[in-house]
């Protein structure tokens, strides 16, 4: 049985570089592939492989003195879900461009936002009720098929282009509101709620385990709607069958939540596009200058 685990863990490293090379000897001896990133702030990874060995994996990561005691989100996988191993050391977990005024401590990142389990998220909206503003943490493209209902969706492509969003002016009405930060894992959400603070709003929250651990709490019977875009070969996770699909296809704006990679391989931007679309291969470009008049 093959499985997908996510996780991080905000915590003091002192050599990034030897923690690298015992990740890959650890992962390679137990048949695992995904994605580590580590860096003087702690450790993010999404793994998949047979169950037992990602029990294993789990296992030796406890009998770490900095990384035990870490939240992992497990979901299934298929055994394909990932290519290769890839182990990287860079300067911060999530590529918000500002690594030095991120710093951690024993509790994980100082500043950030309060967590909030799945149900004090939901006492906090009965209680603040419209008052509450949740506020997306992910990419605009994550958000165009699943967010939380009347989420703010900051205009970004990468993560790197948020604090020149939160500098802009955009969201100073709100920022004496409360804000919920959510992204797929938390991961995101640690930073970005420090971030910030540091830029004035005054009362922010993140949900502890992201999207993923709301989904398992309420599924589709909640606050959110659509699906859960994520980075590897499944492309999105809907948390019941009764998930429904808020994108737009790019051609017909027809109801869809998939994504495929356009077809021009030197652009290899996504597309929104719904099923009967695709089977026209000229729509699977990401734009009409993407266009290979030789591949069409």
Not at 89 to 106: G, M, Q, S, Y
Not at 164 to 178: C, F, Q, T, V
Request: aromatic share 10%.
């Amino acid at each position: 049985m093959n499985k997908v685990i996510l996780y991080y863990k905000f915590v003091s490293v002192d050599d990034p570089g030897m923690t690298m090379r015992w990740q890959k000897e650890l992962c390679n001896r137990l048949g695992l592939k995904g994605r580590i990133i580590i860096s003087k702030h702690g450790i993010n990874g999404t793994l998949g492989g047979h169950i037992e060995n990602l029990r294993e994996y789990k296992r030796e990561m406890n009998r770490s003195v900095i990384f035990k005691d870490i939240m992992y989100k497990w979901s299934d996988g298929t055994g394909t879900d990932f290519p290769r191993l890839s182990v990287k050391v860079k300067p911060e977990l999530v590529a918000f461009n500002t690594p030095d005024e991120i710093t951690v401590d024993e509790k994980g990142v100082v500043g950030s936002g309060k967590h909030l389990k799945p149900e004090a998220l939901h006492k906090l909206v009965e209680e603040r009720g419209d008052e509450v503003v949740f506020f997306d943490g992910r990419n605009a493209y994550e958000a165009a098929v699943g967010k939380f209902k009347d989420a703010v969706v900051p205009d970004t492509k990468t993560t790197r282009d948020f604090v020149a969003e939160l500098e802009s002016g955009k969201y100073d009405n709100i920022k004496d509101k409360p804000i919920v930060t959510y992204c797929t894992g938390g991961v995101r959400c640690e930073p970005l709620s420090a971030l910030m603070k540091n830029r004035g709003f005054k009362e922010v929250y993140q949900i502890d385990g992201g999207i993923v651990k709301y989904g398992e709490k309420y599924g589709d019977e909640g606050l959110w709607e659509g699906s859960l875009y994520i980075f590897d070969n499944r492309m999105n996770h809907r948390f019941s069958d009764k998930s429904k699909d808020i994108g737009a296809c790019v051609h017909c704006r027809s109801k869809t939540s998939n994504y495929e990679n356009c077809a021009n391989k030197a652009c290899n931007r996504l597309v929104l596009i719904c099923e009967d679309c695709k089977q026209d291969t000229a729509k699977l470009y990401h734009e009409q200058s993407c266009r290979d008049p030789a591949a069409v």
